[in-house]
């Protein structure tokens, strides 16, 4: 049942998120084509079996059964309907193809622009709404680097201050996980040990190598801050809280939230010393714990303490959890910075290009080799699990997810491949040069093979799908 009720959640984001970028692309071309007087003779969203449909002057309104995509019939263009029977008659005034070449390109390439358009709203929204939270890069001394991790790979190690990506200063350390930096070629981080400064570069396949460790680069700055408390357990006993920073156990000092969750596993079930720092200076001592001393700071208890086993995870635990996003934003002093609308605006669409620099450049290095195809393009189950995450984490993360979606479906569909928006537009820049249309034969020709190469391109992507799940 649950396995049954997991997969209706899946079914139900992916195919809101579809549904709301098919109708605006579809609205795209509809309206430019109601712009320029042609006739619609059709505007449907999702493919048969029809649910239901109306119809309202010359146009019917159609809801189909399969949310896989959309269409808008326009008279006078042959489209992926194959339609022909027009084509022996004089244009209608209506038509599609009684109108200027200019009007005609704006219609097909309606789609493309409604849908660049939506994600610049939706960012411009989403700088509105919730403004934008970051770390001061100053703010972070140093590092977590975990072994065995893409970032260690190249050379970095924890304790490392980093000072650059990409040969500029880091300010925000969000930065660091910029996807055009992380584009760049070569990418480079550049940090302080020990008073020397020193640069590593990443591989030139690193998005391939990001994919294959679940999109990790292996750098954290989460200290050892106690988010929460297990009630009944072993932390629980010894007198820990929320808001306690862990110092050390036995003798290895602990600098990050990852170094914690390392030793604890190592050391398994052995009973191990746990001192931390409370930072109240007037703290009274746990019944569990004893005072270490007493600093400007807080005070230092340390206990001793028996971590248990839980076998569904095969992991040890001390009964303590991560810090909280209010506990991390207290200890690096995050900053906010507020939009009004006309910042809002801007800012939405200079993401809107960022993102569309960061796709077409991956898809460049997916199609000159630098990078695996298979390993980093993503199908409809691939949407569906990215799309369903993004919604459980809130609304803010499932639009953001669906404004980089409404992006990538404008850039695949304005590809020059026929049955795409491209390839229509490949055929007017054809007229446009050549002063005459392409035959209708050799239109319907290239359609029937570019819908062959995109069914053909839709099975490769679900069974890709299904091999990486």
Excluded: C
Aim: a neutral charge; proline letters at 6%.
């Amino acid at each position: 049942m649950e396995s049954v009720l997991n997969l209706l959640t899946y079914v139900f984001w992916v195919v809101l998120a579809i549904m709301i970028l098919v109708f605006t692309h579809e609205m795209g071309h509809f309206l430019f084509a109601r712009l320029f007087g042609m006739r619609v003779e059709k505007f449907s969203i999702g493919f048969p079996p029809k649910i239901f449909s109306w119809r309202r002057g010359e146009t019917e309104y159609v809801i189909g059964a399969t949310p896989l995509g959309g269409y808008v019939k326009i008279a006078g263009l042959i489209d992926e309907n194959l339609d022909t029977e027009f084509v022996n008659r004089p244009p209608e005034p209506w038509e599609f193809r009684a109108k200027p070449l200019w009007q005609r390109m704006l219609v097909i390439s309606g789609g493309v622009l409604f849908n660049i358009l939506l994600a610049a709203l939706i960012f411009a929204g989403l700088k509105l709404a919730y403004g934008e939270l970051y770390i001061p890069a100053e703010n972070v001394q140093a590092v977590y680097v975990a072994e065995g991790s893409l970032a260690y790979e190249m050379g970095l190690r924890t304790g490392d201050r980093i000072v650059a990506v990409n040969g500029r200063p880091l300010k925000r350390y969000g930065d660091l996980r910029n996807l055009e930096a992380l584009l760049a070629d070569p990418f480079t981080i550049t940090v302080v040990r020990n008073g020397d400064t020193l640069t590593f570069a990443g591989p030139p396949d690193l998005m391939t190598q990001l994919s294959r460790r679940g999109g990790v680069l292996g750098i954290s700055v989460d200290p050892p801050l106690v988010g929460g408390v297990l009630e009944g357990s072993p932390a629980a006993k010894a007198g820990l809280r929320p808001g306690d920073r862990i110092l050390a156990i036995d003798s290895v000092a602990i600098g990050f939230w990852n170094e914690l969750v390392e030793v604890v596993q190592q050391r398994g079930d052995r009973p191990m010393r746990v001192r931390w720092l409370r930072p109240d200076t007037s703290a009274a001592v746990p019944e569990g714990a004893v005072l270490v001393a007493r600093r400007p700071d807080g005070v230092v208890y340390e206990a001793t303490i028996q971590p248990y086993y839980d076998p569904e995870t095969n992991r040890y635990y001390l009964g303590i959890a991560a810090p909280t996003p209010q506990l991390l934003m207290e200890y690096f002093g995050v900053q906010r910075v507020r939009y009004g609308i006309g910042a809002a605006l801007l800012a939405g669409v200079e993401e809107t290009w960022t993102h569309t620099r960061v796709i077409l450049t991956s898809l460049r290095r997916m199609v000159t080799g630098q990078e695996s195809f298979r390993e980093n393009v993503g199908g409809p189950i691939m949407i569906a699990k990215v799309t369903k995450e993004a919604a459980e984490a809130g609304g803010r993360a499932f639009w953001n997810i669906v404004a980089v979606l409404s992006i990538t479906l404008a850039i695949v569909n304005i590809l020059p491949i026929p049955a795409l928006d491209g390839g229509h537009l490949l055929f007017l820049l054809y007229e446009a040069v050549a002063r005459r249309e392409p035959s209708v034969r050799v239109r319907l020709a290239l359609q029937q093979v570019g819908m062959i190469l995109l069914l053909a391109f839709m099975a490769f992507v679900i069974l890709n799908d299904l091999l990486r799940l």
